[in-house]
């Protein structure tokens, strides 16, 4: 069975253009095509990766972050309590209303006490600022590494230059080892994301991060079985070119240099635009869909491959636009609201929303013109004594 679904599902009228079957793609001594299992290379690669990273952050990022002044909040810890430990363990960390009372009552304790705790709970759990800047110098170190390599392989290749290149002889084009590498630098660095997945930072987007990272395993993978190594070369450095900014961005903001970190978002976003909106279009999706068919008539795989990059540019329009909004709210309000997109916890608006709570229930606001102490204090003049009182316009004693 596995057998027969393998030979169909890589029927040569699939994958290759009319006229071209695997026996046409057969290597010799001089000459090497992409094969897949070629691909398993990446496994062990990642597990390099992952060692590389660690000792990149403790050695490195860690030691960094403490001489540039990060420094990560001491948050209160919550008392044990082996029944809400159990709780948050096993159903819900953040309960509701029935569910708190419950547990008030099997822990005999008050309600905000409860909800207190799994507040200070979930704290606990938040990542530390440290964290976060290890995790973005590391992404930092590959992104500026995978985008001067990919520059570097690429000078020199014709398709680069003359995007007609990219179908010159289609399939049959040899695979070249600094091609071979640079996938394989690629490939092996997202595989090695979806190996840390459960120990990063958990961010709001998580679930579209491991979507991301699937597609972008599957795309990769597919566009070398395909032999689309050209084509694919020139989409991995396009995306390369923005990402190798938005962690410089992230790291400044977490240094809390605000005004580095704003200039770098401006530039972060025009990169972005142009190579998202404009130099992918052209370079990438023209290319596939009109200049591909001067050497060839269409095919399955002609559909497939446009299609996947047709959808890619539609997630491209999505974070563009939510760029834009970000930059309207820029230039309108003169800073950034708090961080980058994919940068917010979840955890951050529980916090801030259980910090209201706990303000309102308490009776408690916040005034410009209202002190602590009960007085009122306007223009710079001496507050009143709680004794006198405002009548007629004049302050009295009793």
Not at 42 to 71: D, M, Q
Not at 190 to 197: D, E, H, I, N, Q
Not at 315 to 326: N, T
């Amino acid at each position: 069975m596995a057998r027969s679904l393998y030979e169909w599902l890589w029927q040569h009228e699939f994958w290759l253009p009319p006229g071209i079957t695997w026996e046409d793609m057969q290597e010799s001594e001089d000459t090497h095509y992409p094969q897949p299992r070629d691909l398993l290379l990446s496994i062990p690669f990642a597990l390099i990766l992952v060692v590389i990273r660690r000792a990149f952050e403790r050695a490195v990022a860690l030691p960094l972050s403490t001489k540039l002044g990060v420094r990560d909040k001491q948050r209160p810890k919550a008392e044990p309590n082996p029944v809400l430990e159990t709780f948050y363990c096993t159903h819900r960390k953040n309960p509701g209303e029935g569910e708190l009372l419950g547990l008030a009552k099997q822990c005999d304790l008050p309600v905000r006490k409860v909800e207190k705790w799994f507040w200070r709970r979930r704290n606990m759990d938040r990542p530390s600022l440290s964290k976060k800047f290890s995790e973005a110098c590391w992404r930092f170190t590959f992104y500026i590494t995978a985008f001067f390599t990919g520059l570097a392989v690429l000078y020199n290749k014709p398709w680069l230059w003359d995007h007609r290149e990219c179908w010159a002889g289609y399939p049959q084009q040899p695979l070249q080892p600094s091609l071979f590498w640079y996938y394989m630098l690629e490939l092996s660095f997202y595989w090695s994301l979806v190996f840390t997945l459960p120990f990063d930072v958990k961010r709001k987007d998580f679930k579209e991060q491991i979507v991301h990272h699937a597609a972008t395993i599957f795309l990769i993978s597919f566009s070398y079985c395909a032999n689309y190594i050209r084509i694919g070369t020139l989409v991995m450095v396009i995306h390369d070119a923005s990402d190798c900014i938005l962690e410089p961005t992230k790291i400044f903001n977490y240094m809390k240099w605000k005004k580095t970190c704003d200039s770098l978002f401006m530039i972060f976003s025009a990169v972005f635009l142009i190579s998202r909106l404009v130099i992918y279009p052209y370079t990438v999706l023209y290319n596939t869909y009109y200049y591909s068919m001067e050497i060839f008539q269409p095919f399955f795989g002609y559909y497939f491959v446009n299609i996947l990059l047709m959808i890619l540019q539609l997630l491209h329009v999505f974070w563009s636009c939510l760029i834009i909004h970000m930059v309207y709210k820029f230039i309108l309000h003169g800073t950034m609201e708090k961080d980058m997109r994919s940068d917010t916890e979840e955890s951050d608006k529980d916090e801030e929303r259980d910090k209201i709570k706990e303000k309102e229930k308490n009776g408690i606001k916040y005034f410009s013109n209202v002190t602590s102490n009960g007085y009122i204090q306007r223009n710079g003049s001496e507050p009143l004594d709680n004794r006198a009182h405002l009548a007629n316009g004049h302050a009295k004693e009793r």
